[in-house]
Structures are given as structure tokens and as C-alpha cells.
T-cell receptor, first 114, second 116 residues
Framework: GENVEQHPSTLSVQEGDSAVIKCTYS??????FPWYKQELGKGPQLIID?????GEKKDQRIAVTLNKTAKHFSLHITETQPEDSAVYFC?????????????FGQGTTLQVKP | DTGVSQNPRHKITKRGQNVTFRCDPI?????LYWYRQTLGQGPEFLTY????????KSRLLSDRFSAERPKGSFSTLEIQRTEQGDSAMYLC??????????????FGSGTRLTVV
């Protein structure tokens, strides 16, 4: 079935450093790739998304890159701050479906040490 | 618009009881989704509505689960004869904007269900 692999599962960085989370997907028809930040006890918060006809998108300290040929996409957070600490999920649209179904990665727990 | 709203935030119920959750999507979104999330995992798709039509149901959605979206606005998810394995966070999401049907794919804060 459709699958999204996310690495690493945990990531610890010093405040001010950059953090990179990587995902690969299996469905070559996927055309939408959102990233979510989830804090304890809360729902996933959309932080950035990218569609398949764009290779990179940036929003302040957050950027996402997409390589359709290799079927992988990455989240880059620069100048990390303690409030960036959370669980981050990547997702890919189930491209063969017309329903907008997302397939999620397993999540990355990011810890930013002050 | 305050985003996707879900009620209640928490629900504790005894095994065998029925529960119902409500979701109010972002008003301009015509697509609405239900997901389930267990501890340490990413959300798993349950079902999808476009306007009032339910167009897909996951195999995770057993016969004890039913979802509705009357008039294409808010949605309800009902679980009948709850089991301990139903304990999870139930998430609602909506999407659809000028940029495309998937854009602005926004989740609510979820309803945490505990079956005792």
C-alpha cells in the first residue's frame, strides 16, 4: 500500500542551530505534501505545504524542498528556538485517490535545547 | 474564521456506550475529513466528505462507526457499542481554497476518547 517513511524519529539540536527532517513516499501520483507540528494534547498544526510542481517553498525560518524524481521531501528549520520543540509529521496526498486522503509519516520528536 | 472546531475536547465513556463527536470546519472549505490518532503514531484516515456526500471510508471504519455531514456544513462521528480499542484521538480536518481542493488542509484540536 501507499507509504511515507520519516527520519529521524528523534532529533535534538542546540538553540540557533538548524534542523532537517526527511521523508520519502511511495506513490508517484502524490501531488501535495504538507508538514504539521503537533504539541502535546493538541491537534496537528499546518506549518507549510508544497505542491508537486514546485521544488522549494520558504516561510520565514521554515522551508520545504521536494525532489519528485527521488520521491523525497524535507523540512528545514533554521535558527531553531525552544518553542520549536514538538512532534513534526510529514504527509503525502494519496495521489491515486480523489478524496484528499493524506498518508502520514511516523513523526519526528524535535527537542531544541536552550 | 477560528479554524476547525471540535467538541467535546475529551470524552470518557464506559465500554458498550455510544458516543458522538462534532466537527465544525473552516467555513469556506468544502472538504471534510476524519482521522484517528493513537499515541506515538501519525493520524490515520477514516473518512471523507465533499459537501454533504461521504465519498470514501477506510477499512478502519467498522460498522460501529458512522459519520454524517448534513447540509455540507458541520459533521458528526458516532461510535456505537464502544470498545477499549476505540480509545484514541479523533481528529477532524477540512480543506479547499482558491489555490486548490487540498490547500489549507487544517486539523482541529481533536476529541480525546477514553473507553473504560
Amino acid at each position: 500500500g501507499e507509504n511515507v517513511e520519516q527520519h529521524p524519529s528523534t532529533l535534538s539540536v542546540q538553540e540557533g542551530d538548524s534542523a532537517v527532517i526527511k521523508c520519502t513516499y511511495s506513490d508517484s501520483a502524490s501531488n501535495y505534501f504538507p508538514w504539521y507540528k503537533q504539541e502535546l494534547g493538541k491537534g496537528p498544526q499546518l506549518i507549510i505545504d508544497i505542491r508537486s510542481n514546485v521544488g522549494e517553498k520558504k516561510d520565514q525560518r521554515i522551508a520545504v524542498t521536494l525532489n519528485k524524481t527521488a520521491k523525497h521531501f524535507s523540512l528545514h528549520i533554521t535558527e531553531t528556538q525552544p518553542e520549536d520543540s514538538a512532534v513534526y509529521f510529514c504527509a503525502a496526498h494519496h495521489g491515486s485517490s480523489n478524496t484528499g486522503k493524506l498518508i502520514f509519516g511516523q513523526g519526528t520528536t524535535l527537542q531544541v535545547k536552550p | 474564521d477560528t479554524g476547525v472546531s471540535q467538541n467535546p475536547r475529551h470524552k470518557i465513556t464506559k465500554r458498550g456506550q455510544n458516543v458522538t463527536f462534532r466537527c465544525d470546519p473552516i467555513s469556506e472549505h468544502n472538504r471534510l475529513y476524519w482521522y484517528r490518532q493513537t499515541l506515538g503514531q501519525g493520524p490515520e484516515f477514516l473518512t471523507y466528505f465533499q459537501n454533504e456526500a461521504q465519498l470514501e471510508k477506510s477499512r478502519l471504519l467498522s460498522d460501529r462507526f458512522s459519520a454524517e455531514r448534513p447540509k455540507g456544513s458541520f459533521s458528526t462521528l458516532e461510535i456505537q457499542r464502544t470498545e477499549q480499542g476505540d480509545s484514541a484521538m479523533y481528529l477532524c480536518a477540512s480543506s479547499g481554497s482558491r489555490e486548490g481542493p487540498l490547500y489549507g488542509y487544517t486539523f482541529g484540536s481533536g476529541t480525546r476518547l477514553t473507553v473504560v
